[in-house]
């Protein structure tokens, strides 16, 4: 089922705005900005699903936050995909997201979208989604009026084809914004958990 009107503007309007803000970026900035809204849009779903904190408080969630008991991205990750929030390929590239987002963040060497492992990990990630990404695509593609898109929307294979003809820099910025917007659309549509009756 396709997503109401409203989250579909929505998408559209982030996945824009972000993937024109990661091209401005560095290579190191672009990884960690890009990441950083990954886990920002993770955050959201859980705390969608999950009761509010007693006394109502929304905003600023403890329990999500940096010292709270699911406040480390992996942890988040790991409780998404244990709630059946995500599935376990998205689990698996978005551990692979955060090592990527560590590896550029932790070291002091000097570290590019060419360097090997950054890029292995890169396809990796594009590869463990790339049917649901196949399938934002094509709501991309069909439902938004972006231009730039390199392919033409009647391309069956438009996955294979961003893979060939972007380079690494390019993909990673394409699948962190169908990552994120996929998961705007998860938050979007998860329905909240209820108390249990006193």
Not at 36 to 48: K, N, S
Not at 132 to 143: A, D, E, P, T, Y
Request: hydrophobic fraction near 40%; include cysteine; charge should be neutral.
């Amino acid at each position: 089922m396709p997503p109401s009107p409203e989250l579909s503007k929505k998408m559209a309007e982030v996945f824009i705005s972000l993937t024109s803000d990661l091209k401005n970026e560095s290579d190191r900035g672009c990884v960690i900005l890009g990441i950083a809204w990954i886990e920002d849009q993770l955050t959201e779903l859980l705390v969608g699903y999950c009761l509010h904190p007693e006394g109502g408080k929304k905003q600023g969630d403890e329990v999500f936050g940096v010292s709270g008991a699911v406040g480390t991205f992996s942890a988040k990750i790991d409780l998404a995909y244990r709630l059946g929030l995500i599935r376990r390929q998205v689990k698996l590239s978005l551990h692979l997201c955060r090592r990527v987002r560590n590896d550029f963040a932790h070291r002091s060497s000097h570290l590019s979208f060419q360097t090997a492992s950054v890029r292995d990990r890169v396809l990796e990630m594009f590869r463990l989604n790339e049917a649901v990404l196949g399938n934002i695509w094509i709501l991309v593609k069909h439902n938004w009026a972006y231009q730039g898109l390199p392919i033409a929307p009647e391309d069956r294979g438009a996955i294979h084809a961003l893979e060939s003809t972007l380079g690494t820099r390019e993909l990673f910025q394409w699948t962190v914004g169908l990552i994120v917007i996929g998961l705007i659309r998860a938050a979007g549509e998860v329905e909240r958990i209820q108390p249990l009756s006193e």
